[in-house]
């Protein structure tokens, strides 16, 4: 069994473009990616595979793939097959492919260590779970799940990367090829902190539960991002992890929130801080020693909005959104320029019922006197 030999292809076109990051570096050190045989570490041109042991389904490479990397900054690299010529179901067509069917396949599996391995490494069906099954290029799902074919690589490290598949009894040996692709996925560091905007709502009503939102931005991801606060006047914070939903009109955004029982949020005055972590570096918006203020209100306190300059006037206070405050507009000219509106919470036991009407939940709008 062989991979085809646009396997070796693709790694001109990769020490090309880390000879472009390396001259741009003003350094002579070069990346290299490397095919060696395990039996006597010579170069090799392509993969071949032997079964391990006759009964067994299980077959491992007779090479191994050495990364060398003596660059000063993290990479990832990317490793996985472009099969162009399979005609099976999509997103089947992940691994090795059958030459004489092409709507038939195999999984391929690959594994990394940071030594060489004498004499190469066993794999049995139940280490599969174990390993990196490769993914391919053109299965559907491709973006969605390419970060599991990432392979993080470090400054002056030299990685070993080891192959294997299962297969079937009636398969034999040669039978199968592949593209195998390796793709360097980030030549650029990520150096931009998240941005955070802060709370959504800086009153927050004491309703059950209590719920703290904001939202962050970030060019790559965000990984984490903690909520500090305390009780105006106190030494030490809590900590309160924000769980992330990330903007589906909007990648590169993140909406944040925690939520918290009432006897976790007393009345009064607060301080906090938030902190987000990308992976490589963390935003903040306050700190510990400068932190924001946000108060805990009762739920039947008033909120506020006031009417602009032009157009229509929309009552839409989020922290009135909070205690289900329904929104309010106003068509242009109804309301003064600069009219400042409230929204406040009634308790639906206070009001008139109308025959067997119940009330449900009451507001009452009006400006602010």
Same mark, same amino acid.
């Given at each position: 069994m062989t991979t085809s030999s646009s396997f070796l292809k693709a790694f001109p076109r990769l020490i090309a473009a880390?000879?472009?990051?390396?001259t741009a570096a003003q350094t002579v050190r070069a990346f290299s990616v490397e095919l060696h045989n395990i039996s006597d570490d010579n170069l090799f041109t392509s993969i071949e595979f032997q079964r391990i042991g006759n009964a067994s389904? !299980?077959?491992?490479?007779?090479?191994?793939?050495? %990364?060398?990397?003596? /660059?000063l900054v993290n990479q990832d690299l990317r490793l996985f097959t472009n099969n162009v010529l399979w005609?099976?179901?999509?997103? +089947?067509?992940?691994?090795? %492919?059958?030459?004489?069917?092409?709507?038939?396949?195999? =999984?391929?599996?690959?594994?990394t260590f940071s030594t060489p391995q004498p004499g190469g490494v066993n794999f049995t069906e139940a280490d599969a779970a174990s390993w990196t099954r490769s993914i391919?290029?053109?299965?559907? !799902?491709?973006? +969605?799940?390419?970060? =599991?074919?990432?392979?993080?690589i470090l400054p002056g490290q030299v990685s070993y990367i080891?192959?294997? !598949? @299962? @297969?079937? =009894?009636?398969?034999?040996?040669?039978?199968?090829t592949t593209n195998l692709n390796v793709e360097l996925v980030s030549p650029v560091p990520d150096i931009q902190a998240p941005v955070l905007f802060g709370a959504t709502c800086d009153e927050l009503p004491r309703v059950d539960?209590?719920?703290? /939102?904001?939202? @962050?931005?970030?060019?790559?991801?965000?990984?984490?991002?903690?909520?500090?606060?305390?009780?105006?006047?106190?030494?030490?914070?809590?900590?309160?992890?924000?769980?992330?939903? +990330?903007?589906?009109?909007?990648?590169?955004?993140?909406?944040?929130s925690a939520s918290f029982s009432q006897s976790d949020l007393p009345l009064g005055s607060?301080?906090?801080? @938030?902190?987000?972590?990308?992976?490589?570096?963390?935003?903040?918006?306050?700190?510990? /020693?400068?932190?924001?203020?946000?108060?805990?209100?009762?739920?039947?306190?008033?909120?506020?909005? %006031?009417?602009? +300059?032009?157009?229509?006037?929309?009552i839409n206070n989020p922290c009135a959104q909070l205690v289900g405050a329904p929104r309010l507009i106003f068509p242009a000219g109804v309301v003064q320029e600069n009219t400042v509106i409230s929204v406040r919470k009634l308790l639906p036991q206070a009001l008139l019922t109308v025959g067997d009407q119940q009330t449900l939940s009451a507001f009452e709008f009006g400006p602010d006197n």
């Open positions: 880390f000879a472009l990051l390396c389904r !299980t077959a491992v490479a007779k090479q191994y793939l050495k %990364i060398e990397y003596p /660059e005609q099976g179901p999509a997103g +089947q067509g992940n691994g090795l %492919i059958s030459k004489k069917d092409p709507t038939k396949g195999i =999984s391929l599996y690959w594994m391919d290029l053109n299965d559907p !799902t491709f973006v +969605q799940s390419r970060k =599991s074919a990432n392979l993080p080891y192959f294997a !598949t @299962i @297969i079937p =009894s009636t398969a034999a040996l040669g039978d199968y539960p209590i719920k703290f /939102e904001t939202t @962050i931005t970030d060019d790559f991801d965000v990984h984490a991002a903690t909520f500090h606060f305390r009780r105006a006047g106190d030494q030490n914070y809590f900590a309160r992890k924000l769980a992330l939903v +990330q903007n589906p009109d909007n990648p590169l955004r993140w909406n944040a607060y301080e906090f801080y @938030i902190e987000a972590d990308d992976g490589y570096t963390r935003g903040f918006y306050g700190r510990a /020693e400068a932190p924001r203020p946000f108060r805990v209100v009762d739920e039947l306190s008033q909120f506020f909005g %006031i009417a602009p +300059q032009a157009g229509s006037f929309e």
